[in-house]
């Protein structure tokens, strides 16, 4: 299973970015998807995922500012972050679970300046 994700970059506090992620390879058409993120010198921590039923899941630091949303038939996952803040800067990972194992992509930079 490999994940490509994109949409990483610099935007200014109260801006919005929008991250994107394909999955591919031998997936279960029942799995969940998300995002996760490290910021410098934390740990990974959970931003929000999504079953293949639409069932969401989000860490209380983005919930009401975040909307997850994915395609089923392209396997891909979305990450709309708004209202973005100093804090939200690390590196997003996009994440899958399927047939009982975790994959993750190579992590993408979002930079949140004043």
């Known amino acids: 299973v490999q994940l490509q994700a994109s949409g990483g970059g610099l935007v200014q506090s109260g801006g919005s970015l929008t991250l994107s992620c394909v999955a591919s390879g031998s997936i279960s058409s029942f799995n969940v998807m998300g995002w996760y993120r490290q910021a410098p010198g934390k740990e990974r921590e959970l931003v929000a995922t999504i079953g293949t039923r639409g069932g969401t899941n989000f860490a209380d630091s983005v919930r009401g500012r975040f909307a997850i949303t994915r395609d089923n038939a392209k396997i891909a996952v979305f990450l709309q972050m708004n209202s973005l803040k100093l804090e939200d800067t690390a590196v997003y990972y996009c994440?899958?679970?399927?047939?009982?194992?975790?994959?993750w992509g190579q992590g993408t930079l979002v930079t949140v300046s004043s």
């Open positions: 994440w899958i679970t399927t047939w009982g194992r975790d994959y």
